[in-house]
Nanobody, 121 residues
Framework: QVQLAESGGGLAQPGGSLRLSCAASGSIFSIYAMGWYRQAPGNQRELVAGIASGGTTNYADSVKGRFTISRDNAKNTVYLQMNSLKPEDTAVYYC???????????????WGQGTQVTVSS
């Protein structure tokens, strides 16, 4: 099994910054794509940013130019640097990874428990 532990959420003012981290642990054979999703009350969960194992990134249009996703493969960790935050960025942010655990024969989708990000003055 693979576990994901998120940190770094909290309260920020509009225009402020926050940095989210997500570390994967457990019986990891290999980690493939990693990403961040978010879900605001009443809304569906949406992709915020993703990063492939080779470093290729993709972003939701709403965060392009403001958010940056990165990863440290040696630490099995993905980061989301969020700048110029807006109230509409308020949501629970979830870490996601496609990974293969030892003794497993396929890659699976794993989710973190979520971390609250609130942008308010």
């Amino acid at each position: 099994q693979v576990q994901l532990a998120e940190s770094g959420g909290g309260l920020a003012q509009p225009g402020g910054s926050l940095r989210l981290s997500c570390a994967a642990s457990g019986s990891i054979f290999s980690i493939y794509a990693m990403g961040w999703y978010r879900q605001a009350p009443g809304n569906q969960r949406e992709l915020v940013a993703g990063i492939a194992s080779g470093g290729t990134t993709n972003y939701a249009d709403s965060v392009k130019g403001r958010f940056t996703i990165s990863r440290d493969n040696a630490k099995n960790t993905v980061y989301l640097q969020m700048n110029s935050l807006k109230p509409e960025d308020t949501a629970v942010y979830y870490c996601n990874t496609q990974a293969r655990a030892h003794m497993d024969t396929v890659r699976r989708n794993y989710w973190g428990q979520g971390t609250q990000v609130t942008v308010s003055s």
